[in-house]
């Protein structure tokens, strides 16, 4: 899987959009881009993945770029419950006894009132 | 259940002692997961059941570490001879089958050993 980049922390206020960027240059053309978050003492929570078009589901935004190289995890009202780490994962959708998570340090999010 | 359920939520063991943690995941998930997280870092992997078959391990760190899902639902991590390098909170997460709109994860047991 390829490896992403992600800085380690950013800030944003409450009720404004949080931008959590992602690098992964080296993405396959196969390689999926996922987005997990981890609020404290808890696991994991799935948040939004994609291939190559933006998408969009309740909890988030995910815009990748054109040649994939990077991506943009939106939050579009951040709230102090959005205060996390943020994991952007690159993998293959699907390959058997091979499908796990492969996770970085991830970015944490910090929502300020 | 609704979620992932792990048990113990927190442990305390002596250096040296053998532990089991247990993870039962939704009802019905064919794939079954676990994850090592230390503190300050991302979770890593240790092992993938697909039902009762182990069909991968590479992530095990040594052979102290043992994983089972004899009936293809729950779930036992086993820890032997504890050190205290093996101090993290070990996640479990299960899919309905290797989906991949993204896993559910318990909240983990956090292992101490002192």
């Known amino acids: 899987d390829a490896k992403t980049t992600q800085p380690p922390s950013m800030d944003c206020a409450e009720g404004r959009a949080a931008n959590l960027p992602c690098n992964h240059s080296t993405i396959s053309g196969n390689e999926y881009v996922y987005w997990y978050r981890q609020i404290h003492s808890q696991g994991p929570q799935y948040i939004i993945h994609?291939?190559?078009n933006n998408e969009t589901n309740e909890m988030a935004s995910l815009i990748i770029t054109e040649d994939r190289k990077s991506s943009t995890l939106i939050l579009p009202h951040a709230t102090l419950r959005d205060t996390a780490v943020y994991y952007c994962i690159v993998r293959v959708e699907w390959t058997g006894a091979n499908s796990k998570l492969t996770f970085g340090k991830g970015i944490t999010l910090s929502v300020r009132p | 259940g609704a979620g992932v359920s792990q048990s113990p939520r927190y442990k305390v063991a002596k250096r040296g002692q053998d532990v089991a943690l247990r993870c039962d995941p939704i009802?019905?998930?064919?794939?079954l997961f676990w994850y090592q997280q230390a503190l300050g870092q991302g979770p890593e992997f240790l092992t993938y059941f697909q039902n009762e078959a182990q069909l991968d391990k590479s992530g095990l760190p040594s052979d102290r570490f043992f994983a089972e899902r004899p009936e293809g639902s729950v779930s036992t991590l086993k820890i032997q001879r504890t050190q205290q390098e093996d101090s993290a909170v070990y996640l479990c997460?299960?899919?309905?089958?290797?989906?991949?709109?993204?896993?559910?994860f318990g909240s983990g047991t956090r292992l101490t050993v002192v």
């Open positions: 994609g291939l190559k």
């Open positions: 997460a299960s899919s309905l089958f290797a989906v991949n709109y993204g896993y559910t």
């Open positions: 009802s019905g998930h064919v794939s």
